[in-house]
């Protein structure tokens, strides 16, 4: 029986361990002489109630920290200690609001193997609904609010043989970043699917809410399914979830509804929405700010904007000289829709922020900044800017353009918070030299069953012994 409960690292060979060096202080980013106070003030959703205690927000990132059952998928997607562990952790970090990795709504059709899910009429009671009450608790411990986010890959799932998508479009397998996938065609959604898909989508909303969560944030980009319905590029229907925009965003406009009708008023409802391929046909930026004012009128606390699709991961070659000066990547897009929002909607956008100054000037334009793989090297980064302790972050010793090997070194990173470690001090040459010759071994086994087990080559014999 191919079964996955716990997923931890193996130890790599003596021999074939890299030799450690002593290193220097990490190199920071540097900030320009800034008043801070803004990224401390507190932030108030107004459709919800609920109030952020700061101005940073946790991104999400895949933890791949759950159950995994490949002859059993009921087993599938139950939240361990280790991932708790990552949560609580985090939690100590002062940060505003916490987004999990990605949750699934099926127990087959995953993002990738460790995921949390949330299948349809899960009891709400049991393992299942205990672990996820017990994610929530342990970022909840310090003032942070914790908000899930749920997804579907559509059809970006290599785990069954035709995934469901808007229509028949295939992705373009070719070209991809190390070749590391290769996706199924999928099939069009049939009207009965959709309203199991909007069924499931609302079902996770309330399952969450009950096992004690703040909210959740609908996956509306990267290519994931929302995303799916929202392009012109990958939605060819004809019925009423296809052609014009007020068909494409009504799959998306269904599910908050059907979300709001099963949680409670207090309960944070918000969505990330993708930016970079806005102006290249697939999503011109006038439909994002129409999109976003009706999603400010089916009451969205807030809109996350991030940018990329998976087909075009490594988009990092095309940033301008400018945009790389300003950090956040995606400000640029932010600031064109955020006019069209009355202020009820807040905006968040993540990627590329580095500096207090880059933060803060973000703020300029928008409520809240995302942080994603610099709170994997230091757990405690926006705790640090709130205390005047660090102006930035650390520099990595991968640049940013590695997307994969970004990638790989984050999920090691939380892997070993799950365990009871530090994290993978990604700044020192020789880590990442070491996870340089771990990477073939991650790219062979990447979403299989022995991914879990098998990429993380490291040299483990500092960890505790209750690996649980």
């Not at 940073?56 to 708790?84: R, V, W």
């Not at 065609?185 to 996770?204: D, N, S, V, W």
């Not at 990329?308 to 000289?321: A, C, D």
């Amino acid at each position: 029986m191919t079964s996955i409960q716990i997923p931890g690292p193996v130890v790599l060979p003596k021999e074939t361990a890299v030799q450690k060096v002593e290193e220097a202080e990490p190199k920071r980013y540097t900030s320009n002489p800034t008043d801070r106070s803004c990224l401390a003030e507190s932030l108030k959703f107004h459709f919800s109630g609920r109030i952020a205690p700061n101005r940073f927000m946790k991104a999400a990132m895949t933890e791949q920290l759950c159950t995994y059952d490949h002859e059993s998928p009921k087993n599938n997607g139950i939240p361990t200690k280790n991932i708790e562990r990552v949560y609580k952790r985090w939690g100590l970090g002062r940060i505003g609001l916490i987004l999990s990795g990605n949750v699934s709504i099926s127990l087959e059709c995953l993002e990738s193997i460790g995921d949390p899910v949330i299948p349809l009429d899960a009891p709400f009671s049991g393992p299942r609904f205990n672990g996820f009450a017990a994610m929530a608790r342990a970022g909840q411990a310090h003032g942070s609010l914790m908000v899930a986010q749920v997804s579907h890959p559509g059809r970006l799932c290599v785990f069954v043989d035709s995934p469901v998508s808007a229509s028949e479009v295939e992705v373009d397998n070719e070209g991809k970043g190390d070749g590391i996938y290769r996706y199924p065609k999928p099939h069009a959604a049939t009207r009965q699917e959709i309203k199991e898909l909007i069924r499931g989508f609302g079902f996770a909303a309330e399952y969450l809410a009950k096992a004690g969560w703040d909210g959740v944030e609908l996956h509306g980009a990267h290519g994931f399914l929302m995303a799916q319905f929202l392009s012109p590029k990958t939605n060819k229907r004809t019925d009423e979830y296809g052609g014009s925009l007020e068909n494409r965003m009504r799959f998306i406009l269904e599910i908050g509804r059907e979300i709001r009708k099963r949680t409670p008023p207090n309960f944070i409802l918000g969505i990330k929405v993708n930016s970079v391929e806005f102006q290249d046909t697939e999503f011109v930026t006038a439909e994002a700010r129409e999109l976003c004012r009706h999603l400010e009128a089916e009451s969205f606390d807030f809109i996350e904007i991030t940018g990329g699709t998976y087909e075009k991961i490594l988009m990092h070659h095309g940033w301008r000289e400018s945009t790389k000066k300003r950090e956040a990547f995606f400000l640029e897009f932010a600031e064109q829709i955020v006019p069209a929002l009355t202020g009820k909607t807040k905006v968040y956008v993540t990627g590329g922020l580095r500096s207090v100054s880059g933060m803060v000037s973000a703020l300029n334009s928008v409520d809240g900044v995302g942080l994603g793989r610099p709170l994997c090297e230091e757990w405690f980064l926006c705790k640090d800017i709130l205390e005047y302790r660090v102006d930035g972050a650390i520099v990595p010793e991968i640049p940013q353009t590695d997307f994969w090997l970004f990638l790989m070194a984050g999920n090691r990173q939380m892997r070993l918070v799950g365990l009871g470690a530090e994290p993978a001090e990604i700044w020192k040459k020789e880590v990442v030299a070491e996870l340089r010759t771990s990477y073939p071994n991650w790219v062979a086994h990447k979403s299989t069953a022995k991914e879990l087990a098998r990429y993380q080559l490291i040299d483990v014999d500092y960890l505790p012994k209750d690996n649980i």
